[in-house]
């Protein structure tokens, strides 16, 4: 595009932001205007991260993990600032051996006001152990695959979805909020592409029952920005926008991308995990979530506030990967640590 008509184009957008005074600084302004310009659409201001390492992240490692370092990994995830921490699951030891300690892990974290611990639970119960530990939040987490659904929870969606019924009325009586998932809702490991309307329906089911908001997964990360957009589309005919989250898995390297496709459907809350750990383990190949670490260099580069220090962020990464003996799946953090080696300064924006 030439730049007169980049300019023409910016005006109006400029003009708009400022009637509706939605932004402050001259900087937040021109980012503003340059999204409007870049992607026609208004990105939102503020974004919510719910922070999905300890339990998506440590769900799929093979070695033990101590107890302790899972306390201290979400310790530190509500030091950086991240408001959501998605702390264990109530599931089956038999069928995730790794969250074995949830009731333990849930109990030692030294809970920071203004900070919310969700956990998850398959069943009632795993609601009632959840309960019993202190937890004020759960998810519950259908497919919109048949065959996923039947490997990662041993029944069918409308199955699940029927349990899910007495778990969602049991919790809302002790005043236990309930976040749903959905997942597989591009494609399943199992049976290749899922239709939008597919995942869309059980979005819809999930919200129905209560669920506050429905996490849309792409469990094996191998969504675009043209098939995640579809599928967001779909939901957000049968559900509220604001009700949908994102979750992404960067297994082909698409989550950044699908990221910012979810925003610029006015989606604001991203789900992401720390060093981009991850994967489910009934969904063979599937890498990390995408990487929170790369989701809030992203967001601070468009202004958008997010609330985490990147420093102490990428302070817990390399402690994780330590405490793994892995190498992180963050571009973010791996050229942060890099420059912070050699004592350059970063282009980040704060
Ligand atoms: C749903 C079940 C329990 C059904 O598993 P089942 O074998 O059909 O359950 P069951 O009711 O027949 O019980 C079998 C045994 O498990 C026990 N049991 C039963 N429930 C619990 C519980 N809550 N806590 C502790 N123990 C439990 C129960 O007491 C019994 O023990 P036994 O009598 O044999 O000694 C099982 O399939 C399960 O736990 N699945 C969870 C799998 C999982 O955690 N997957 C990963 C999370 S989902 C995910 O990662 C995707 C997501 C959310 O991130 C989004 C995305 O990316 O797509």
């Known amino acids: ?20 005074g939605q932004f402050l600084s001259q900087e937040r302004l021109l980012v503003t205007s340059a999204q409007g310009v870049l992607f026609g659409g208004e990105l939102p ?5 719910v922070e999905v390492g300890p339990r998506d992240g440590l769900q799929n490692e093979k070695q033990a993990i101590p107890t302790r370092t899972k306390v201290e990994l979400i310790d530190r995830l509500g030091r950086a600032g991240l408001k959501v921490i998605e702390a264990t699951s109530f599931v089956s030891p038999k069928w995730v051996p790794q969250l074995a300690d949830s009731t333990e892990v849930f109990q030692q974290i030294p809970k ?27 998810a519950i987490f259908a497919a919109a695959s048949e065959t996923f659904s039947q490997r990662n929870i041993n ?31 591009v494609g399943c490991p199992y049976e290749g592409a899922i239709a939008p309307a597919a995942a869309a329906d059980v979005a819809a089911r999930l919200y129905g029952l209560g669920c506050y ?4 997964g792409d469990t094996n990360g ?25 979750h992404m898995h960067d297994t082909y390297g698409q989550g950044c991308s699908n990221v910012l496709t979810a925003l610029q459907m006015g989606i604001s809350t991203i789900d992401s995990s720390i060093a981009g750990l991850g994967g489910c383990p009934y969904s063979p190949g599937a890498s990390g979530n995408v ?30 990967c330590k405490a793994l003996g ?25």
């Open 1 to 20: 595009m030439s730049f007169s008509r980049s300019l023409a184009r910016l005006i109006p957008a400029v003009k708009e932001t400022i009637r509706n």
């Open 45 to 49: 201001g503020r974004v919510t991260i």
């Open 112 to 138: 920071r006001p203004h900070i919310r611990y969700p956990v998850l639970t398959p069943n009632l119960k795993g609601l009632q152990r959840a309960i019993a530990a202190g937890a004020k939040e759960v």
């Open 155 to 185: 029944c069918s969606i409308a199955e699940s979805l029927k349990r899910f019924e007495e778990v969602v009325e049991v919790a809302k009586e002790a005043q236990v909020a309930v976040r749903g998932y959905v997942s597989c809702v």
């Open 213 to 216: 908001e429905v996490s849309m």
């Open 222 to 246: 191998v969504g675009t920005p043209a098939t995640v957009a579809a599928m967001f589309k779909e939901c957000a005919n049968a559900i509220p926008v604001k009700a949908i989250a994102a």
């Open 291 to 320: 990487a929170t670490e790369d989701v809030v260099y992203l967001l601070s580069g468009f202004g958008i506030e997010h609330g985490v220090d990147m420093d102490s962020l990428v302070d817990t990464s390399a402690f994780i």
């Open 326 to 350: 892995r190498s992180s799946g963050s571009h973010v953090a791996q050229a942060m640590l890099a420059a912070r080696q050699r004592k350059e300064p970063t282009a980040m924006m704060s």
